[in-house]
């Protein structure tokens, strides 16, 4: 990038240039005066830096308007755009033209996440009151936290249970805050958890009830590039990625094709 070099402000001045060439095909000193406050002096300084750095032909000044415009021939100078960029230029308009429905995380007790977190790091099992969705009352387990993942919402602990000896995903909302961890203990030995050094690769195609030109438009909605699309991810979370991509939900977008299980290479299971 080259911006790289530049201190922290005046560089995110020249990419907030560059997302305006990018999604408004123009920009002026003004644009930067109204964003960040600057000078008029300051912001000549930043179109000369920018100027210097973008191609000969991707810009030129438009006396008329009073501004520099992007030719078709312009490239963005800070890496590849995206939705969110666009996102914010939108909330930061004079007259907004974007919302967002609201946030529903998932509650994340702290109460729970951090006594989780000191056992995995002291690779210990404590004991936790806990509430599945198949048992009509709480349960309580021994087990043994080994790590931690993300579905986008929430975060969930893989443990091993030492009551099922097996490995379990755990939602630490379900978790009793009061009547947990009030016990632990060493864990001789856990075994090796295969199925998150195995990857699953699931090969997908637009569904199949689906007509020829809905098809299409499934394929450009979720970046087909072949016949099938492959989503990999570990198989121990291969339920979460199912998920992600719609395919239990009642009438799918996408349907599976198929799903091979490779186990990691040394090298990558170092590196996970």
């Known amino acids: 990038m080259p911006f790289e070099d530049l201190k922290h402000a005046q560089r ?25 406050g600057i000078s008029n002096a300051q912001a000549a300084l930043d179109f000369r830096a920018y100027l210097a750095e973008a191609s000969n032909d991707a810009l030129h000044y438009d006396a ?50 951090r006594p989780l977190y000191r056992a995995f790091r002291a690779k210990e099992a404590t004991r936790i009151v806990y509430q599945s969705m198949r048992d009509p009352e709480p349960m309580t387990r021994w087990i043994a936290p080994v790590r931690f993942a993300s579905d986008g919402v929430r975060l969930h602990v893989r443990a091993w249970c030492l009551e099922r000896k097996a490995f379990r995903d755990f939602h630490p909302a379900r978790i009793d805050p009061e009547r ?86 040394e090298e990558e299971v170092d590196a996970n």
């Open 12 to 36: 995110a001045r020249l990419e907030y240039l560059d997302r305006l060439f990018f999604w408004d095909g123009a920009a002026t000193r003004a644009s930067l005066i109204k964003r960040f």
């Open 64 to 113: 008329s308007s009073r501004q520099y415009l992007a030719h078709d021939s312009f490239e963005r100078l800070s890496g590849k755009a995206s939705s969110m960029e666009l996102e914010q230029l939108l909330a930061s308009a004079p007259s907004p033209a974007f919302d967002k429905l609201p946030d529903l995380q998932r509650t994340q007790d702290l109460r729970v996440l």
């Open 180 to 265: 947990s961890f009030e016990a632990t203990k060493p864990v001789d030995s856990v075994p090796r958890d295969d199925d998150w050094f195995t990857w699953a690769i699931l090969k997908l195609k637009p569904h199949s009830r689906l007509t020829e030109a809905q098809q299409r438009v499934v394929r450009i909605e979720f970046g087909f590039t072949a016949d099938v699309l492959e989503a990999r991810t570990r198989k121990a979370l291969e339920f979460y990625t199912e998920r992600r991509w719609g395919l239990e939900q009642k009438e799918p977008r996408l349907e599976r094709v198929s799903v091979d299980y490779v186990p990691m290479s």
